[in-house]
């Protein structure tokens, strides 16, 4: 006979009591685009989306890059502004004047169509939709601050634009029974007691 066994996939998560929200809230101005990541690699899609945006003829737009990057990796496109490495502190920063988070657009690269990054749920913490090109499998099938699909410079504009409306703060409660690692442990240890009794 055949014995099936009990599973539970126990997605990633963040701790959110030391996570505040993006400091002030200070959106405006160009629509802008930020993309954290130590450095470039391959399955980030980094290349995809200045390819794309190098492409567009959209000037209301700028693509902040956070981590190991600079303009001969990509591009010196003005519309591209590279940060560095940046300590902790300074991250939020930035993040407060973002209307879009960008996660990875090429994780086929690594025969990958699923993830669960941290990144994501650094984005949505701090209150920011995210758009990237993966099933994130912590996250509802449908849930409305995470778009997957394939990275175009003017839909990651008009995305940005809808949501530029949305409070930080109802981004983020949306999210937290998701991200955080106090939800997403409690819910393993409930399965576990379940499968006891």
Known sequence: PTITKAGYVSPNGIDLKHKNLAQKDTRGGPIKLTCICSKPYPWQGIDLIVKSLIKSDLQDIELHLIGDMSAKDFSDDRRIIYHGLLPPN??????????LGLGSFALYRKDMREACTLKVREYLCYGLPVYANHVDSGLPPVFPFFVNQEFDTQKAYVIAKEFRGVSRQEIRKSAEEHIDKEFVTKRLANWVVDQLT
């Open 90 to 99: 300074e991250i939020p920063k930035i993040l407060a004047q973002s209307d």
